[in-house]
T-cell receptor, first 114, second 110 residues
Framework: DAGVIQSPRHEVTEMGQEVTLRCKPI?????LFWYRQTMMRGLELLIY????????DSGMPEDRFSAKMPNASFSTLKIQPSEPRDSAVYFC????????????FGEGSRLTVL | KQEVTQIPAALSVPEGENLVLNCSFT??????LQWFRQDPGKGLTSLLL?????REQTSGRLNASLDKSSGRSTLYIAASQPGDSATYLC?????????FGAGTRLTVKP
């Protein structure tokens, strides 16, 4: 299995631009999570999906952030408009069973907003 | 709200030493606890998963224990090697939420 695949690995953009991060979970995993990692706040859960349905988006910082999962093999995290404080590494993770399953992470997307 | 603390924040040891990393959590009603390794600029790699009904898990030179009643887990690394240098994070899962500690940055010197 290829593992969780994220793209792009690095993104540099200017304030105000739209950013779209992509994730392909491990085949057969029914939970997908989006995390953000910064030096100041560590790893924060933004949102997670079960069977393509958003279950908890209470970690999404603002309305500028949105996430979708149109099918079992693809999810996007969009920031519009982006701001410098959004600069972070965004991770996608998936698991087979939410409460007892092992969590597998992608390599992350490093976002820099100038 | 679950809080996860890892001590120490950083640890430096000579090659060959056995070492223990600590993780504590405030809410003992957890479903599982998972230890991860993170190399610089990389994602998190799962090391060990302990279900709430288990007391420990072992993989090679790694052994993780779980004491729910005291809200503690330890990751024991035997015969440390320079390749073990990384940040180690623990994460606890309960109430449909997974909380991470800030991690322990381990350096193993040759």
């Amino acid at each position: 299995d290829a593992g969780v695949i994220q793209s792009p690995r690095h993104e540099v953009t200017e304030m105000g631009q739209e950013v779209t991060l992509r994730c392909k979970p491990i085949s057969g995993h029914d939970y997908l999570f989006w995390y953000r990692q910064t030096m100041m706040r560590g790893l924060e859960l933004l949102i997670y999906f079960n069977n393509n349905v958003p279950i908890d988006d209470s970690g999404m910082p603002e309305d500028r952030f949105s996430a979708k999962m149109p099918n079992a093999s693809f999810s996007t995290l969009k920031i519009q408009p982006s701001e410098p404080r959004d600069s972070a590494v965004y991770f996608c993770a998936s698991s087979r069973a939410g409460s007892t399953g092992e969590l597998f992470f992608g390599e992350g997307s490093r976002l820099t907003v100038l | 709200k679950q809080e996860v603390t890892q001590i120490p924040a950083a640890l430096s040891v000579p090659e060959g030493e056995n070492l223990v990393l600590n993780c504590s959590f405030t809410d003992s009603a957890i479903y599982n606890l998972q230890w991860f390794r993170q190399d610089p600029g990389k994602g998190l790699t799962s090391l060990l998963l302990i279900q709430s009904s288990q007391r420990e898990q072992t993989s090679g030179r790694l052994n993780a224990s779980l004491d729910k009643s005291s809200g503690r887990s330890t990751l024991y690394i035997a015969a440390s090697q320079p390749g073990d240098s990384a940040t180690y994070l623990c994460a606890v899962y309960n109430n449909n939420d997974m909380r991470f500690g800030a991690g322990t940055r381990l350096t193993v010197k040759p």
